[in-house]
């Protein structure tokens, strides 16, 4: 099993431009989730999906957009980069939302 | 608001020394509780979770936490710290039925030969 894996590692977005986070999971997890994390804020939930078809909102949800289209992938669509989405992204599924939570190795993004 | 708090930022350590570090929640329900582990550069890791039953609970690495239920708190503790757990620690929390973790701000910790 590859687990939970993101493309790019690394990416740097000029203002205004978009792009997809890609994330794939190998292990036919219902719940998969986006965070963010920034220096003392800890991981913010930015929009999670409890299944194909269904997402929902997190806690910082503006200028992102999600879709789960099948159990496996849970891309993340930045519309309109900003200085302000510059920060390391993670990715995580679990079979359950009480279960174990496994995450990517993330996705470092900078907006220039 | 319901949060968590992890109230050291930073925790230096010597090695072979104890640790403990700190979390606490303002949930009123049951909560489930976790702790992950971050190397630097790293995805996260779960150490150790709580759902239910004994509030003692052991996890990887020889890490140990307990759930207080009357000071609403989830201490992480090891007995002998190794230089090879110098790492940002995440409490983390999600309400019986919720449907979002939530995560403390961590806390990194050093450890000092």
């Known amino acids: 099993n590859a687990g939970v894996t993101q493309t790019p590692k690394f990416q740097v977005l000029k203002t205004g431009q978009s792009m997809t986070l890609q994330c794939a999971q190998d292990?036919?997890?219902?719940?998969m989730s986006w965070y963010r994390q920034d220096p003392g804020m800890g991981l913010r939930l930015i929009h999670y999906?409890?299944?194909?078809?269904?997402?929902d909102q997190g806690e910082v949800p503006n200028g992102y957009n999600v879709s789960r289209s099948t159990t496996e992938d849970f891309p993340l669509r930045l519309l309109s980069a900003a200085p302000s989405q510059t920060s390391v992204y993670f990715c995580a599924s679990s079979y359950l939302l009480g279960d174990t939570q496994y995450f990517g190795p993330g996705t470092r993004l900078t907006v220039l | 608001a319901q949060s968590v708090t992890q109230p050291d930022i930073h925790i230096t350590v010597s090695e072979g020394a104890s640790l403990e570090l700190r979390c606490n929640y303002s949930?009123?329900?049951?909560?489930?509780l976790f702790w992950y582990v971050q190397s630097p550069g790293q995805g996260l890791q779960l150490l150790l979770k709580?759902?239910?039953?004994?509030?003692l609970v052991q996890g990887i690495k020889g890490f140990e936490a307990e759930f207080k239920r009357s000071q609403s708190s989830f201490n992480l503790r090891k007995p002998s710290v190794h230089w090879s757990d110098a790492a940002e620690y995440f409490c983390?929390?999600?309400?019986?039925?919720?449907?979002?973790?939530?995560f403390g701000a961590g806390t990194i910790l050093r450890v000092k030969s």
């Open positions: 983390a929390v999600v309400l019986e039925y919720g449907n979002k973790l939530v």
């Open positions: 949930y009123g329900a049951t909560p489930y």
């Open positions: 999906s409890v299944g194909a078809g269904i997402t």
């Open positions: 292990m036919n997890h219902e719940y």
């Open positions: 709580y759902f239910s039953g004994d509030t």
